[in-house]
């Protein structure tokens, strides 16, 4: 089913720099926070009803997680971005769904936004924008809708599991993008067993019509996901190479290691792009193929019958005087000839390996 091309520049255009609008579709999101305020020794974790709520864990000594969850409603993005003293632009970036994945650097904290994949239920690739604002002992993440991938995260945290409540929020940056990279893993798996379930068909010739359709859709969910996640490698690289106090330089190997994933990813991509457009080629090929099969038939039935037809053509003539006509066996020899002439036929072509 062919899908009406929303254009959501058209929400932004001519309006002010620094303008907050959600240019996303969900616009009946329930506004949903959720906050883990840890130190190495606890773990609280709470829900909040509204962004005022989470003012008091700006200037703790401990680390705070806050996750926001329903980009459209602005009021309480804005008025978070006010207490955090986040610049307008930032905010811009924040409810612009259509944004690639950058990195901005300020002196008191550091803006990254990238791109959450994962299969929904209809095994439709969703394409989602996560951003986090990286402060000096706090992390805020802003998501489109409920639902994510830091589940993980979420237990380690409750869990002490692994490094994460030893460290400083730089380190839970990394935990919560390297989520995020680990489930790229998940999705080009899922692409990977598309491609090659099209592979077995093709060459099974268990081909459905629309088949086609499919593969180009398989090559659309593919560029999806390369623009997602190639413009990220950028934004790893820069954070390995940034001087900014708040990220450790013990910290910088875990991100280098995300970058080691990325690169990964890319080259699978690379292959998977390359193997869609070999599938194309390959249906392609497959219909020439049962096309030059039934012109073969047609053409062998063809040269087959065309002496045949040429002698009961003569022989179909309405002349007065044919001399064979009048000879007792002639329509016996003439089918003779006829049957001759098939079998012989036949008989070369299966010699020369066209049948």
Not at 2 to 28: A, C, F, M, N, Q
Not at 45 to 58: A, H, I, T, W
Request: glycine residues 4%.
């Amino acid at each position: 089913m062919l899908r009406k091309r929303v254009y959501r520049s058209k929400k932004i255009l001519g309006k002010i720099p620094g303008s907050i609008i959600y240019t996303g579709d969900r616009s009946k999101e329930k506004l949903f926070i959720d906050t883990f305020d840890y130190g190495k020794d606890f773990c609280t974790e709470k829900e909040l009803q509204s962004v005022q709520e989470s003012f008091e864990y700006k200037d703790t000594d401990s680390v705070t997680w806050i996750n926001l969850n329903g980009l459209n409603h602005v009021d309480q993005i804005e008025a978070l971005g006010k207490h955090y003293a986040l610049h307008p632009l930032v905010l811009e970036d924040v409810v612009n769904i259509a944004q690639r994945p950058k990195i901005d650097e300020y002196d008191d904290y550091i803006f990254v936004s990238l791109k959450m994949l994962y299969y929904d239920d209809e095994q439709q690739i969703v394409s989602e924008q996560v951003s986090f604002v990286l402060g000096k002992n706090y992390v805020l993440s802003f998501q489109e809708a409920e639902g994510d991938v830091f589940d993980q995260v979420r237990n380690r945290l409750r869990q002490s599991k692994g490094r994460v409540r030893n460290m400083k929020s730089d380190y839970l940056l990394y935990v919560l993008i390297d989520a995020i990279v680990d489930h790229y893993f998940s999705v080009i798996e899922i692409l990977g067993d598309k491609i090659e379930d099209f592979e077995t068909a093709i060459f099974s010739g268990a081909v459905d019509d629309d088949i086609s359709q499919k593969i180009q859709n398989l090559k659309r969910e593919i560029l999806r996901v390369r623009r997602a996640i190639f413009p990220l490698r950028e934004v790893i690289n820069r954070i390995e190479k940034n001087e900014s106090p708040l990220i450790q330089k013990k910290t910088i190997t875990y991100y280098k290691d995300i970058y080691d994933h990325l690169i990964q990813v890319s080259e699978n991509i690379d292959i998977y792009r390359e193997m869609i457009w070999s599938l194309m080629d390959m249906y392609m090929t497959t219909i020439s193929n049962k096309m030059n099969e039934v012109m073969k038939v047609l053409t062998i039935m063809a040269s087959i019958f065309i002496p045949l037809t040429f002698i009961a053509g003569i022989y179909g003539m309405n002349f007065e005087y044919i001399p064979e006509l009048q000879y007792k066996y002639s329509y016996f020899i003439l089918w003779g000839v006829m049957i001759i002439m098939f079998l012989g036929m036949l008989y070369y072509f299966r010699k020369k390996k066209w049948l």
